[in-house]
């Protein structure tokens, strides 16, 4: 087992960038597992690159895991160990090409529910073996951002829908994709319509305040949650502006600068997820969304009349009998 799971790391692209000062990092390593959703043409994987300043999209390297469930989605995703003195973090992200593309998308959602799902049953059944690892490989969604597209208008019925449902079982980060097509005034605008559509529509998307655990993060996710949902531009090209560097996209009046905040909220979404609130979306991954998944699927199990024994069972009982022969 040991040189399989070298052998797959050897095949992973190894990217270098300062995890330090972007993450507490407890432990000597970790997963986090990041869901893109959204129409095709929005800037997906672009977006993703940009996050990352490094290729971690579908277009940079062969997915290691695709599943067609379904004609209109079929999801993909990508591994990558980023690596900075020593301290490795294992990042996927999962995209969802095709996700309301259809004329008729009805249901779209539905294999994106069920992958989140299955991610939560791995892990349950993991928990639950006679033999438990002492640290479960973790492939749980922490996140999920949701890209809308720059309308101006309001929440499309598919974006409802879609974040209603989702909205209970992973952390939702709504975006709004190539926010620079929307004039400063508009973009205002937009974002105050789709706050209002959201709270109008009971969704709850990330952070949530009744997690907030004291006065402080309070004031802190109160901050992001008048700015959300953020108005991102993606881009992987690099400009010279002043005689610095930067990540831009050329326009007609100008560049625009991808990590200047006057200019766009990228570096707002980037601190969320990779710096300030990494922990906490694991953290509410597997306190909340994931104990909220193990308690009705056990309880599934004990109105069934099986208990939890059935459920371990499934699993345990083949290495149980082996684990006797050998003795």
Known sequence: GADKVDSERRNEEVVMIDLFGYVGIEAAGFEFNI??????????STLVNTLFKSKVSRKSCTPNY??????TV????????????????RLTVIDTPGFGDQINNENCWEPIV????????????????????????DT???????????TGHWLRPIDVEFMKRLGNIVSIVPVIAKADTLTMEERLEFK?????????NGIRVYPQKEYDE????????????????FAVVGTDKEHQVNGNKVLGRKTKWGIIEVENVAHCEFAHLRDLLIRSHLQDLKDVTHNIHYET?????LNESNANGLGLSALSLENGTAEKSEAESQL
Do not use: T, W
């Open 214 to 229: 004291d006065a402080e993060e309070r004031i802190l996710n109160d901050r992001i949650r008048e700015s959300i949902p």
């Open 293 to 297: 998944y193990r308690v009705r699927r």
């Open 192 to 200: 105050q319509r789709i706050r209002q559509g959201l709270q109008a």
């Open 114 to 137: 069920k992958y989140i799902n299955e991610q939560y049953e791995k892990y349950l059944k993991e928990e639950l073996h006679v033999n438990r690892k002492r640290r479960i490989p």
């Open 35 to 44: 869901m893109v959703v959204g129409q095709s043409g929005l800037g997906k």
């Open 74 to 89: 079929h999801l993909q995703s990508v591994s990558h160990i980023i690596e900075e003195k020593g301290v490795k973090m």
């Open 140 to 150: 749980r969604v922490h996140c999920c951002v949701y890209f809308l597209p720059a």
């Open 66 to 71: 695709e599943e067609k469930i379904s004609k």
